[in-house]
């Protein structure tokens, strides 16, 4: 045990006596880990604030999607069949939506926002608030009515030098149509999944028939009466719908029904790719480390040719010299890791200030980074460390 307390400590003196040195040898590395570890966490705060978004908008939605052969969506049939009480006895509320990313402009002023045609339960199905005015009503939707209810962050950007309950009756402009404001929504954090501050509701008829001018639906939100109730509607519905609409075997993938923990499922998924493959991409400059790693523990070898024979000629065994030099290849990366980690979460919390997303170090990517580093450490090091340990001793003491 004595023997090996003595090659860390020889280890250890190897990497103090040359600072500059070693701290530059472990920059690649802590660039890489930093790299992986704030995307990592932007990337794990983003999952859960999509997570805590779908699940806040309630455990009881249920989304549709339909696009047949030639691209068309739901429509007014398809509304009034699901509709019937007596066929979907525990659908509560069910709403179209139109979706669009329209140039929204007030005089000289204009900013993009999402469109949403919908109905006047919509409010109730995605449990949305208003701050000022109103949500839209019944009689909106069967006059075909040119009103809206806007997102927070759209009506700062139009109308700016406006107190928001000011901003109620003044007129945008989306395409060729004016609608006029009839409420303002709570202002609410985006998440990446639903941004509810750049949103503009509209009735799905003037969606339809004024302003994106489209006989079908994009998709149908339903508010089911009971949770419990919820995996046999969705049965309910993928089996009538399919006989109602004629859908055959090979179509099937035409429509898509999602409840909210398939949603979170979802895109949890495809955060945690994304999170995968921009790491993967990071990753890049840990292998240049790696190498930079290799390239100055040869250099170290060679200066310290001379104390390697001496050491061997006092007893130091071909074992302890690749233990040594193996160690200092693993306690520089494992040094640089910890930097690196610091220097992550650090660089996560600044990102996700100026992204509007959360951050979140999780343990596992700690691990994982600590991993990273000592097994590069091995890989790298360990060619050096045994070029070390093969040393004749007596050509090394000769070594000038």
């Not at 030639?70 to 066929?87: S, T, V």
């Not at 009735?203 to 508010?223: E, F, G, H, M, N």
């Not at 919390?349 to 000592?374: F, G, K, W």
């Amino acid at each position: 045990m004595s023997r090996v307390f003595l090659i860390i400590q020889l280890a250890i003196y190897g990497l103090l006596k040359n600072k500059i040195r070693s701290f530059l040898t472990i920059l690649g590395i802590i660039i890489g880990i930093a790299s992986v570890i704030a995307l990592m966490s932007v990337g794990e705060g983003a999952r859960q604030d999509v997570v805590e978004n779908i699940s806040s908008r309630g455990t009881n939605i249920i989304t549709i999607h339909y696009s047949d052969k030639n691209g068309e969506g739901f429509n007014n049939r398809d509304l009034d069949f699901l509709e019937n009480n007596d066929r979907f006895s525990n659908i509560e509320i069910i709403s179209p939506v139109i979706s669009e990313s329209l140039l929204v402009e007030f005089k000289e002023n204009d900013t993009r926002g999402s469109i949403s045609g919908v109905s006047e339960r919509f409010d109730e199905i995605e449990e949305i608030g208003v701050s000022y005015g109103r949500f839209l009503n019944e009689n909106d939707i069967k006059q075909v009515r040119s009103v809206a209810v806007i997102g927070s962050e759209i009506a700062t950007e139009l109308f700016p030098g406006y107190g928001l309950e000011e901003v109620v009756g003044e007129k945008i402009k989306l395409g060729e149509s004016r609608l006029k404001i009839v409420g303002i929504i709570e202002e609410q954090e985006g998440t990446g999944y639903a941004e509810p501050n750049i949103e503009v509701y509209i009735p799905y008829t003037a969606a339809s028939k004024k302003v994106l001018l489209v006989d079908s639906y994009t998709q149908l939100k339903i508010k089911v009466s009971n949770v419990d109730a919820l995996e046999t509607t969705v049965s309910e519905i993928e089996t009538k719908l399919y006989s109602f609409k004629k859908i055959r075997e090979d179509e099937e993938e035409n429509l898509k029904i999602y409840t909210s923990e398939e949603l979170i499922s979802l895109v949890s998924e495809a955060t945690e790719t994304f999170t995968i493959l921009l790491s993967a991409i990071a990753s890049i400059s840990l292998l240049v480390g790696g190498i930079g790693i290799s390239n100055i523990m040869l250099v170290s070898v060679t200066e310290r040719t001379r104390e390697i024979g001496l050491r061997k000629a006092v007893g130091a065994r071909q074992s302890d010299i690749l233990l040594q030099f193996l160690l200092e290849a693993i306690l520089l990366t494992l040094f640089g890791g910890i930097f690196g980690i610091a220097l992550g979460a650090g660089s996560g919390q600044l990102i996700s200030r100026y992204a509007e997303v959360s951050s979140v170090v999780t343990l596992n990517s700690i691990i994982l980074a600590t991993s990273v580093a000592i097994g590069i450490g091995v890989i790298f090091g360990f060619a050096p460390a045994r070029k070390a340990a093969k040393l004749n001793p007596i050509d090394a003491l000769r070594y000038e």
